[in-house]
Antibody, heavy 115, light 107 residues
Framework: EVQLVESGGGLVQPGGSLRLSCAASGFTFNDYYMDWVRQAPGKGLEWVGRSGIKANRYTTEYAASVKGRFTISRDDSYNSLYLQMNSLKTEDTAVYYCTRGVGNWGQGTQVTVSS | DIQMTQSPSSLSASVGDRVTITCRAS??????LGWYQQKPGKAPKRLIY???SLESGVPSRFSGSGSGTEFTLTISSLQPEDFATYYCLQFHTYPFTFGPGTKVDIK
């Protein structure tokens, strides 16, 4: 069974940083593209970005709203995906979901950016 | 960026009704489209991938169709557990983009 478990969310001040983690199990992690998706309170879904696989040199893609501030990485030896979020803004407040190629989803982790 | 629109934005329906939701892309995306169901406080769940392929375990009353720029999600006979918000997602071109959602509630 595919399992994705996010962690690392919390309350952070504007301008601060936070690193989210996603622990994956139940599948061959290094074979799959992995994505982060977020949902602001009462709003729709927003794709944040994607990590490629070793075969494409772990190429990453990002939404314009986070490019230059967020960095996606992965560690295939630990079956883990990461989202480093810097220069956080209040509009980054959302539940952040880890997904296996926008197919399977984790339960999400809450990130709140507020002073 | 590819813009995704959905119609209607919300609908009220009764158990047993046939429900159709439409998703349109601002440019052609072949069949690179998925449909998701989200219930309050829960993570989204993918129902349909590649525009018309049913995810394993998803009831057959759900179906998807379309290609290019126009797509539909149909629920053939609405069940109580189907009241939720539905989103489409294009994964043809980066950045991937979701539709704004269609909320299905009880009439």
């Amino acid at each position: 069974e595919v399992q994705l478990v996010e962690s690392g969310g919390g309350l952070v001040q504007p301008g601060g940083s936070l690193r989210l983690s996603c622990a994956a199990s139940g599948f061959t992690f290094n074979d799959y593209y992995m994505d982060w998706v977020r949902q602001a309170p009462g709003k729709g879904l927003e794709w944040v970005g994607r990590s490629g696989i070793k075969a494409n040199r772990y190429t990453t893609e990002y939404a314009a709203s986070v490019k230059g501030r967020f960095t996606i990485s992965r560690d295939d030896s630990y079956n883990s995906l990461y989202l480093q979020m810097n220069s956080l803004k209040t509009e980054d407040t959302a539940v952040y979901y880890c997904t296996r190629g926008v197919g399977n989803w984790g339960q999400g982790t809450q990130v709140t950016v507020s002073s | 960026d590819i813009q995704m629109t959905q119609s209607p934005s919300s609908l009220s329906a009764s158990v047993g009704d046939r429900v159709t939701i439409t998703c349109r892309a601002s440019q052609g995306i072949t069949n690179d489209l998925g449909w998701y169901q989200q219930k309050p406080g829960k993570a989204p769940k993918r129902l349909i991938y590649a525009a018309s392929s049913l995810e394993s375990g998803v009831p057959s009353r759900f179906s998807g169709s379309g290609s290019g720029t126009e797509f539909t999600l149909t629920i053939s006979s609405l069940q109580p557990e189907d009241f939720a918000t539905y989103y489409c997602l294009q994964f043809h071109t980066y950045p991937f983009t979701f539709g704004p959602g269609t909320k299905v509630d009880i009439k």
